[in-house]
């Protein structure tokens, strides 16, 4: 079964902290994504990358950044929180053309 | 819990019936789609698949239907359980090479018991 996983469940972090959020996959996926996930707005995607250090922008990369250094490994980056990034994220894996798997999500508050 | 819910349509449906979740995707270019479920305070889950060449798919208790003409798809679950219980979600590929998705805002299905 593939497996993704994230670092942590929940976090909660203060304004202008530098957050980062880790997500591997051991399924040697090319593909990997971080979205965002908010009431009534469903999952937005945020930046994804389809090989080792490729990136590129989603529907709303504004105020994070991403590095995938490894292949299993992909990570996002908010430079300096604020409070309206507070939201679950939820990173995926997939082979190209191919149905998407989900990590469970990090649930971050920025106080 | 996780309020992926709030502000979703909703279908509820009687234990043991049959449910019928739509969704109307945005681009004719469109050649896969998946449905997802996702329950409270968890990560996405892949139900089935279907590509643009055909236009049903089954698996275990549950059918895709694709209307290309009308750009609409379905989900069908048979004898509908509590454990049904969660948020749909539709996604589409509308090509190129890396195969992001793009989601749907989903639909919350509750069962009665």
């Known amino acids: 079964d593939v497996k993704v996983t994230q670092s942590s469940r929940y976090l909660v972090k203060r304004t202008g902290e530098k957050v980062f959020l880790e997500c591997v996959q051991d399924?040697?996926?090319?593909?990997m994504f971080w979205y965002r996930q908010d009431p009534g707005l469903g999952l937005r995607l945020i930046y994804f990358?389809?090989?080792?250090?490729?990136?590129e922008k989603g529907d709303i990369p504004e105020g994070y950044s991403v590095s995938r250094e490894k292949k299993e490994r992909f990570s996002l980056i908010l430079e300096s929180a604020s409070t309206n990034q507070t939201s679950m994220y939820l990173c995926?894996?997939?082979?190209?053309?191919?149905?998407?798997?989900f990590g469970p999500g990090t649930r971050l508050t920025v106080t | 819990g996780e309020s992926v819910g709030l502000h979703l349509p909703t279908l509820s449906v009687q234990e043991g019936d049959n449910s019928i979740i739509n969704c109307a995707y945005s681009?004719?270019?469109?050649?896969?789609f998946i449905w997802y479920k996702q329950e409270s305070g968890k990560g996405p889950q892949f139900i089935i698949d279907?590509?643009?060449?055909?236009d049903k798919r089954q698996g275990q208790r549950v059918t895709v239907l694709l209307n290309k003409t009308v750009k609409h798809l379905s989900l069908q679950i048979a004898a509908t359980q509590p454990g049904d219980s969660a948020v749909y979600f539709c996604?589409?590929?509308?090509?190129?090479?890396?195969?992001?998705?793009?989601f749907g805002k989903g639909t919350k299905l509750s069962v009665k018991p």
């Open positions: 995926a894996s997939s082979l190209r053309r191919s149905k998407a798997y």
């Open positions: 399924m040697d996926h090319e593909n």
């Open positions: 990358s389809y090989d080792v250090k490729m990136k």
């Open positions: 681009n004719s270019a469109s050649d896969y």
């Open positions: 279907i590509r643009s060449n055909m």
């Open positions: 996604a589409e590929n509308y090509g190129g090479s890396q195969g992001n998705l793009i």
